[in-house]
Every structure is written in structure tokens, then in C-alpha cells.
């Protein structure tokens, strides 16, 4: 009753921010109203998660009149209801005090209750057909929020970028439901699950699923699109596109790999694993490059969705060996990354709202000293960025914890291929989580800490009331998430449970404060314990460094090693702290050159120093494909001037080929 | 009980021998060079007068600047308790394992850069962004190093670890050679040494460390000083304990096994103390642009290290 009721609120809120979308509090009164729908579906996430056998159903007379509508809540869609509507509760009440500041903002405000009500509505559906209206709705009204500044030339290359991998998500989708319904097309999910797809179907199956949903979430190489139309959408839509949006997508290939599929063999575990491996080291290194504030939050979604992925590819290995108590581990490691990561997500890109809410500017070089004039939003800022690192006690070390054990469990598998593809995607997560901390640290230092490198930064203030309030909350909550650990792990199991089919403790041996996964000798972690003597241990330092000596404290100049200079440029800026980065990392994969001009001696013209690089998987794929579309278009172009009669002689040769198809296939 | 005990013993044991490990290996490198070298228990006079003298702070600076080296000491502190030194019969021992270990060293690697760059000077900038691309190579060496040993023994816990090796279940592998070595490689990367960063230098070019605290003084000096000695022992410590754990007291151990522990765990510390220093002396400080190869060549190590185990288990 209660997510009906949020539900059908979300499109009257749509109604009336396009009718009274003149005046400013229309735009206020929307928001808040979905901040309401947003905590009240919340809640009904809330209620239904650990329900085993009551899973709400619910058929309506909608949609195709021979199928109808179905709405089902079970476990893992009440999970992610919990995720989703968290994210967007943050991001509506953000964005009451932020939307007044956007330019475009009648462009927006009513598509985003749409876009929250088709995000839910994707978790609920029971059947394909509102899986797939719902999923089109949902990259349909991001895309309108996406393109709202459509005067900017990069944003409307975003959009047209950002539809067409859409338009390819859903052409994936379209036919993978297709097989599991069958000649009989029977399109609920109930009829998929019991389903037997045969060896080419299954085959299909999966690659279309991984394809489909694997281009929503921002898998390498389909991910070109998300930094493009991430960052251009208004940041609370990027907090929720970035945040939300692609665990939606996330949710859409657990629900077909583990779900209606069935049957998978572990070849495809091993094979997603090692994407997401690959997705993560390439997600971070893009971020690691970038100077704008958006695009590197962007790229870094790339890399948690990346670490997700290698759980769920884990996950499934495992499943389709028989290991169902390590497969239900690894799930849980990757859903409790995918609930991190739309808390900080959310709160980062939030973050970045209030800096260009404040300063006008996403650009790094511009920024600097914002810690000091925001101090909510940079101790908030802080948090987030703590956490997507990976460090203890915050969140998002214990969902890397958990499945880097989850990964030092796989070469106990009888396969070869995971023998030694473990290892190396082992690798390629523990330097993406060393290359997420050294971009964040660059990110935090360069925008937050020093001094202003420009007059806007200078001026900054802090930001309204519901803006600093919805990031201090996600930042309570990055660290909540990471100090009780074992609570978060046990509501997971909930939803892992019907997908693995084992009832799985991660606490099993020790108790409640304390992780431990396999058995208690085989490692355990416990943020609990460990932030408590953590705590002990900063305050016994700090209490005998008081006693022992002085406390005196004398403020003055920068040192500076001797020469210290009043110029805010002489300051590191975000290019020359990638620069190490990008001779280590970028030579090879991104060709990155640097060429310096220096003028001959006498001569007073500026030196310069010059930066190239090419995006391989841009100009190597997209670039070439894109030529290739081109081409094809320009000559069937042709047939859009053609007479009466040569449509007719058209129709005349489909007709034949159709009929000879046919003729053959019966004397087959 | 005994566990509560032991734990508490460790945690002053870390920080109270830390500064002696330091001025031990200052004293042996001044000897191997020729000169008579300031005692070895000259840290302790260093930190006490840093402790005495006002902290100056930048006008520029954020409360960043002013809690982190509090934060860098504590994690360090914090990780340094979780390595089993003389025993393993620790009550913080399944609270955090390797990889937390890998984590809290970050926390404190963070902050410091972080701090670096919170005045403002080119100095702090260079050295935060030096570190953290050194940080971005060494860290996923020391968890694939993690990955070899816990594909030998089963588990990430290094006490477990220890009881694994004493138990007699590991001859002498080519793998754990290699994870040795990866890991000695992160270990002069993380501290600081020669050749990755020279400890005793102030030259501008080759600082890494160094430029990130130039702007401390006074007791947040000292605590920044304190962390690295503390995270010098607790290396010390983890490659004596991981790669030659005999002579841990193990959990049942009575108070003489302990006793006999502890002087192992100094013998093996002051040797390795020694060999640090004959090292140092012994090679040329890098490039800073060679870094990515001396650690790109440790994470390698660490991944061979992981698959050498099964190319000798098929053989």
C-alpha cells in the first residue's frame, strides 16, 4: 500500500512540476515530495527484505492484453529498493536547495520523479515486457535530463552518444528475453525460471544479458557513453545516474545470469570476472588523468562497477561448480560493493553539485582551498572519498575485504583457467584500489586542500541547509556501513539465499562483531573491534603527547623549504600531480607524450609544454565503428528516393526470399 | 587472559623499540661509513625535543594538517599491533588480517599526503604525488604477496600463517622466495629507503617523504618521525615473522616460551636491522621515473609468486 501509494505520487509530482514549472517553489515542492516518495519506498524495501516465502505479487490489468501486468517484491528487488531509493532520498533532498541554481531547471524537475518511478519499477517487474518499458523509461528520462543544456556542444554529443548505447542495451535485452519466453512466448518470470534454454540459447542468454546490462552499468569497452552523459546531466541526476542508475543495471544481469537463467556453466563466471578486472584497472586509470571534477567521479563508477562485476563473476564460477557456500560469499562481497558504492557515489557526486553550486567551476585547476570556506561539504567530501579508496574502518574496505577473499578462494576450483585467471584479476583489483586511493587523494588535495587557485574559489561559500545535511548523512552512513559489518552481511544473505540456495552465515564462527568468512583460521576482520582500539590508541597518542610536552601552537607563513611564494600557481596543480602517473601508467595505453617547447636563449617567447593522449578504446573501437555505421548509412540512403516502382519491386523480392526460406526449411 | 596480557605487551613493545631499531640502523651505516655516528639511542632525545618545542602551522592550513599526523601514528600503531612479534596468542589477532594490515597503512599514507598538500607549496605537492604513485604500485604488490601465502597455508591471518609454518607443512618453495623478495622490495618502497627515497636527504629533487612533511614541526613532527619508526619495526617484524617464525610462542606457550620468543624476535629484528643498513650503504638512490620499474618489477614477483605454486605443483 505504502509503494503503491509513493509510486503513483511520483507521476502526479511529474504533472505538477510541468504545470506550475514557472514559479520557484514548484520546483522545491517536487523535490521534497520525491525526498517523501523515496523514504516511503525506502521503508517498503525495508519491510520486505528477510521475507522468504511472502513475496508480494501483484497482477494488474495493464500493458499487452494477453499478458498483463506483473509486480513482484522479493528479496533481492527489495535490496535494491533499499539501495536505489537511499540514493535518491539524498539526491531529492539535495536537490531542493540545489535546483534553484540550475538554469535549465523546468527541463529537469519532471523528469526526475519519472525517472525514480521507472528505476522502481525495473526492480519490481515480474514479467519482461514491464521489465523492458521500464528499463527504456529509465534511460529515456535520463536521457532528457542528460541533454537539458543542450546549448553546450559536448552535451549534446554526450546525449546522442548516451542514445544510441541505450538504443544497443535494450536491442541486447530485447532478444535474450525473447529466447527464455520461447516460440510460446510465455513473458513472465515465472515461466523463464523453469525454462530449459538448450545449449545455444543458454549460450545466447548470457552474452546478450552481460552485453545488455553490462552497457547500462559501464562495462569495458561498452562504457564510452556513461563519462560522457554522466557528467552532463545536473548533479543530482549524475548522483543518481552514477549512484543508482547502474545498479539498477547490475540488478538486471543478476536477475538473468542467477536467476531466470539457471543453468550457467562457470566459463562465463571466469569470463566476467576477468572483465570486470579489466573494467576496474581501466575505469581507474581514465580517472586517475582527468581534470574534471564530474568525469573522474565518472570513470571512477567505471571502476567500482568493474569490482562489482569481479564478485559477480565469482559468483557465478563458483555456482556453476557446485560450490554454492563460496558462490553465496562472493555474491554477497559484490552486493555489499554495489550498496557502497551508491552511498559514496551519491554522496562524491553530490559533492561535486555543492562545489559548482558554490564556485561555478568543475574544473580542477580552478579550484583549491575549499576545505577551509565548505567545511561541511569537505569533511563530508573526505568521508566519501576515505571510503571509495578502500580504507578501514569505512564501507567500502569491507566489500574489497570481502571479495579479495572471496578471490584468494578461487583456485580452489578444479579449472585451470581460474588457477591462473584469479591471480591475475587478484592483481588487476589491488592496483585498481591503490590507483582509486592515489585519485582520490590528487581529487581531494587539488579541489579541497591548499590555497584558492582562482578568485571563485576564493569566494566560496558554504552551501544551503538540505544540501550539506543529505551529504552528512550518506557520510554517517559510509561509516556505519563499514563499523557493523556483519549486520550489513546478514541482510545480504537474505537475498543471496534463494539465488545460491544456501542459508549463508559470514559470521558463522566468531559472532557478531566479527567477519569471517570461510572458517574463523582463515582470516576474519572486524571494523567493530578495530575502530574501537583504533579510537584507544589516537587518543592515548594524543593525551601523552599533550602531557609530555607542549601544547603551544604558533600560526605563520609556509615554510616551503626556505622559498616560500605568495602565488597560489606555484602550488601542484591536478596535471602535474598525474604527471609521474601518466609516464608510469599512461605511455603504453593511453600514448601519452609530452613535448616541451623552450625558446632558444635571448629569444622572450613563452615556453610550452604540451600534453597528447588518445583514448585507445575510442579511436581503437568506437571511432572505426562509427566510420563503418556512417558509411552504411550514406548507402542505404539511396533508398529513400527510389519510384513507386522500385518500393514495389522491393517488396516483390522480400516476399520471394521470405517464401524460398520457408520452402527450405520444410524440406530440411 | 594471557592474550589480553601479550596484546598490550606488544602494543608498548612496538612503539617503545621502534626509535632504537631507527638509531640502531643510522649508528650501523655511520660505522660501515666511516664515522662515529650519533648513539643509538638518539631518536628518543630527538622526539622528546620536538615534543618540547612549539608546533608552527601554517596560516594556509585546514584541520587536516593538524590531525593527521595524529591519524598517521595511530593506524600505523594500529597495524603494528596486529603483527605477531614474540607471540601469537594475541586478542586483536582476528580483528584485522594481511590485507587490513595492506589497508591501515594506507589510512596513514593518505592522511600524510593529504597533508602535504593541505598548506599549499609546490614541496608538499611533489612529494604527496610521488608517494602515492610509489603507494599505487607497492600496495598491490604486498597483496599479491598476501595472495602466495594465503594460497600456501589457507589463510590470510598471519598468526595462522606462522602456526601453518611451524607445523612443518612448508619446504623450502620457489614461491616463497619470490614473495620474500616482493616483499622486501614494498618494504624499502613503503619505508622510505634507499634506493626508492633517502631518509636523510633534503635535496628537492630526489625527496618523496620529506617534501610531504616539510611543513611540521614540533610534537606534530614528532608523531609524523614516530610513525615511520613504528613502520619501520612493524616491516621489520612482518618479514621475520612470516618468512622465519621460529621461535614465536604459540598460542599454549607459558611464559618462558614467550620469554624465548621475545629474544628471537630481537635477534631476528637487530639482524635484519643490520642487513637494512649494509644495503643502504651498499647501492645508489633511483630515479624518480625508475620507480614504476623497481615496483612494476615487485607486483610481478608477487603474481609469479602465485603462479609458480601451481607450475610446481604440476610438475
Known amino acids: ?668 | 587472559m594471557n592474550a589480553m596480557i601479550w596484546q598490550v605487551l606488544q602494543i608498548i613493545l612496538v612503539v617503545a623499540l621502534a626509535p632504537l631499531i631507527t638509531g640502531y640502523v643510522r649508528w650501523v651505516k655511520a660505522r660501515l661509513n666511516g664515522r662515529r655516528g650519533p648513539s643509538p639511542i638518539q631518536p628518543y632525545r630527538d622526539l622528546y625535543r620536538l615534543l618540547q618545542k612549539e608546533a608552527i602551522v601554517a596560516h594556509s592550513a585546514s584541520w587536516i594538517f593538524r590531525a593527521a599526523p595524529y591519524v598517521t601514528f595511530a593506524s600505523v600503531w594500529l597495524a603494528a599491533c596486529i603483527v605477531p612479534t614474540f607471540t601469537t596468542n594475541m586478542v586483536l589477532a582476528p580483528a584485522a588480517d594481511l590485507i587490513a594490515l595492506v589497508a591501515l597503512l594506507a589510512v596513514g599514507r593518505f592522511w600524510t599526503a593529504l597533508a602535504g598538500m593541505d598548506v599549499g607549496t609546490a614541496f608538499g605537492g611533489l612529494g604527496a604525488s610521488r608517494e602515492m604513485l610509489i603507494a599505487s604500485l607497492a600496495e598491490p604488490a604486498m597483496l599479491m604477496v598476501t595472495f602466495s601465502l594465503s594460497l600456501i597455508s589457507g589463510t590470510t591471518a598471519p598468526g595462522q600463517i606462522v602456526a601453518f609454518v611451524l607445523a612443518g607443512n612448508v619446504g623450502v618453495e620457489v614461491s616463497l622466495g619470490l614473495a620474500l623478495a616482493a616483499l622486501v622490495m614494498v618494504a624499502i618502497a613503503e619505508n622510505g629507503r634507499i634506493p626508492i627515497d633517502n631518509p636523510a636527504t633534503h635535496l628537492e629533487l630526489t625527496m618523496v617523504h620529506e617534501a610531504m612533511v616539510l611543513e611540521y614541526s614540533g610534537r606534530h613532527l614528532a608523531m609524523i618521525e614516530a610513525a615511520s619508526m613504528v613502520r619501520l619495526t612493524l616491516f621489520i617484524a612482518l618479514i621475520a615473522t612470516l618468512f622465519a617464525p621460529w621461535g614465536i610462542a604459540q598460542p599454549g606457550a607459558g611464559p618462558l616460551g614467550v620469554l624465548v620468543g621475545m629474544g628471537a624476535f630481537l635477534a631476528k629484528t637487530f639482524l635484519l636491522a643490520s642487513a637494512l643498513a649494509v644495503f643502504e650503504t651498499s647501492i645508489a638512490k633511483m630515479r624518480v621515473f625508475r620507480y614504476a620499474d623497481f615496483l612494476g618489477g615487485a607486483l610481478l614477483l608477487g603474481l609469479l609468486a602465485t603462479i609458480f605454486l601451481y607450475v610446481s605443483e604440476a610438475v
Open chain 1, 1 to 668: 500500500m505504502l509503494i503503491a501509494g509513493a509510486l503513483l505520487s511520483l507521476p502526479l509530482l511529474a504533472l505538477f512540476a510541468v504545470l506550475v514549472g514557472r514559479r520557484d517553489a514548484a520546483h522545491s515542492i517536487t523535490y521534497a515530495g520525491c525526498f517523501v516518495a523515496s523514504i516511503a519506498l525506502l521503508a517498503g524495501g525495508l519491510t520486505y527484505l528477510g521475507g522468504h516465502d511472502a513475496s508480494p505479487r501483484l497482477v494488474l490489468p495493464l500493458g499487452l492484453p494477453w499478458l498483463k501486468a506483473h509486480f513482484r517484491i522479493d528479496n533481492l528487488s527489495a535490496l535494491f529498493m533499499l539501495m536505489i531509493n537511499l540514493g535518491a532520498a539524498a539526491a531529492s533532498a539535495f536537490a531542493v536547495g540545489y535546483s534553484q541554481h540550475l538554469p535549465q531547471r523546468r527541463r529537469v524537475t519532471p523528469f526526475f520523479p519519472l525517472f525514480l518511478l521507472a528505476m522502481n519499477l525495473v526492480l519490481m517487474a515480474d514479467d519482461a515486457f514491464i521489465f523492458l518499458v521500464s528499463w527504456e523509461f529509465m534511460s529515456l528520462a535520463s536521457w532528457l535530463m542528460v541533454v537539458s543544456d543542450h546549448t553546450e556542444e559536448e552535451n549534446r554529443k554526450a546525449g546522442n552518444v548516451y542514445l544510441i548505447m541505450a538504443a544497443f542495451g535494450t536491442f541486447c535485452l530485447l532478444p535474450a528475453f525473447g529466447l527464455m519466453a520461447g516460440p510460446g512466448g510465455d513473458f513472465t518470470f515465472d515461466a523463464m525460471r523453469i525454462k530449459d534454454l538448450g545449449l545455444m540459447g543458454g549460450f545466447l542468454v548470457a552474452l546478450l544479458a552481460i552485453m545488455g546490462a553490462g552497457s547500462k552499468a559501464g562495462l569495458v569497452p561498452l562504457h564510452a557513453w556513461l563519462p560522457l552523459a554522466h557528467p552532463a546531466a545536473p548533479s543530482h541526476v549524475s548522483a543518481l545516474m552514477s549512484g543508482v542508475m547502474t545498479k539498477v543495471a547490475l540488478y538486471g544481469m543478476i536477475r538473468i545470469l542467477l536467476d531466470l537463467h539457471g543453468t550457467l556453466s562457470w566459463h562465463w563466471g571466469a569470463g566476467l570476472m576477468l572483465v570486470g578486472g579489466i573494467t576496474a584497472v581501466m575505469g581507474v586509470l581514465y580517472a586517475v588523468l582527468q581534470d574534471d571534477l564530474k568525469t573522474l567521479l565518472a570513470y571512477s563508477t567505471v571502476e567500482n562497477i568493474g569490482v562489482a562485476v569481479i564478485g559477480l563473476g565469482l559468483a557465478i564460477a563458483f555456482k556453476g561448480d557446485g560450490q554454492t557456500e563460496l558462490a553465496a560469499l562472493a555474491l554477497v562481497a559484490s552486493l555489499y560493493h554495489m550498496a557502497n558504492h551508491s552511498v559514496f557515489k551519491t554522496l562524491l557526486f553530490l559533492g561535486a553539485g555543492a562545489v559548482i553550486s558554490a564556485t561555478g567551476h568543475r574544473s580542477l585547476t580552478v579550484l583549491g582551498g575549499l576545505l577551509k570556506r565548505m567545511p561541511w561539504t569537505g569533511t563530508a567530501f573526505l568521508v566519501g572519498a576515505a571510503a571509495i579508496s578502500a580504507l578501514p574502518p569505512l564501507n567500502g574496505f569491507v566489500s574489497e575485504w570481502l571479495i579479495l577473499q572471496s578471490l584468494f578462494k578461487g583456485p580452489a576450483m578444479p579449472h585451470w583457467a581460474m588457477k591462473f585467471g584469479v591471480p591475475v584479476v587478484g592483481a588487476f583489483l589491488a592496483l585498481a584500489a591503490a590507483l582509486a586511493a592515489t585519485c582520490f587523494v590528487r581529487a581531494y588535495g587539488i579541489a579541497f586542500l591548499g590555497r584558492p587557485r582562482s578568485t571563485d574559489a576564493a569566494q566560496a561559500t558554504e552551501v544551503s541547509f538540505g544540501m550539506r545535511w543529505s551529504m552528512v548523512v550518506l557520510a554517517v552512513l559510509c561509516v556505519v556501513l563499514g563499523v557493523i559489518p556483519v549486520t550489513v552481511t546478514d541482510a545480504l544473505s537474505h537475498a543471496v539465499q534463494p539465488l545460491t540456495g544456501v542459508q549463508f552465515a559470514v559470521s558463522a564462527d566468531l559472532g557478531w562483531p566479527w567477519l569471517s568468512p570461510v572458517s574463523a583460521t582463515r582470516g576474519a576482520y572486524s571494523g567493530t573491534i578495530l575502530v574501537m582500539f583504533g579510537l584507544a590508541l589516537f587518543a592515548i597518542a594524543i593525551f601523552t603527547v599533550h602531557r609530555l610536552g607542549t601544547q603551544a601552537i604558533r600560526r605563520a607563513d609556509p615554510w616551503d623549504c626556505g622559498h616560500p611564494e605568495d602565488i597560489p600557481q606555484t602550488q601542484y596543480t591536478s596535471q602535474s600531480f598525474a604527471q609521474p602517473l601518466r609516464r608510469a601508467f599512461g605511455h603504453t595505453i593511453f600514448q601519452a607524450r609530452e613535448t616541451v617547447v623552450m625558446p632558444e636563449p635571448g629569444d622572450d617567447a613563452p615556453a610550452t609544454h604540451k600534453v597528447t593522449m588518445f583514448d585507445p578504446i575510442w579511436s581503437g573501437l568506437y571511432a572505426p565503428l562509427g566510420r563503418v555505421i556512417g558509411w552504411i548509412a550514406d548507402h542505404v540512403n539511396r533508398l529513400q528516393y527510389l519510384t513507386v516502382r522500385g518500393y514495389l519491386l522491393m517488396m516483390f523480392l522480400t516476399l520471394v526470399f521470405m517464401l524460398l526460406v520457408v520452402a527450405v526449411r520444410q524440406q530440411l
